[in-house]
């Protein structure tokens, strides 16, 4: 291999190594955003079933504390674990809320 060769394959190869390693990289990044994205709310729910047994869980633990007339407050940390918004209505009142509202909010309330 003469040495003009060895000179062209060293430039092109100084130009794709670091473009295909950048390339890997922001996949690889790319990919552990989505998977943190997809999991990060530490519930994994994948499916109608799943959402459905923390909403129940969640309700079942408002009536409890409601019940037996105790604060509220101690709710926060679980809502806000499984990244959750919640506001409990009394007669149209709101007696407890958490978390940020979202602008499809006011049309879910009306059809409930």
Do not use: P
């Given at each position: 291999?003469?040495?003009r ?13 670091p ?7 922001g996949?690889?990044?790319v ?20 959402f ?15 019940y ?9 940390t ?35």
């Open positions: 291999m003469t040495i060769k060895r000179l062209f394959l060293s430039n092109i190869l100084m130009i794709f190594v473009v295909i390693s950048t390339v890997l990289i996949l690889l990044c990919g552990i955003i989505w998977i943190s994205v997809i999991g990060g709310a530490g519930l994994d729910m994948h499916d109608t079933e799943d459905n047994r923390v909403c129940l869980a969640v309700t079942e633990t408002f009536e409890h504390k409601l037996k007339g105790t604060d509220l407050s101690s709710l926060n679980l809502l806000e674990n499984n990244g959750m918004t919640a506001q409990v209505f009394y007669k149209e009142n709101v007696i407890y809320s958490f978390g940020e509202t979202d602008k499809n909010d006011d049309a879910l309330k009306e059809a409930a």
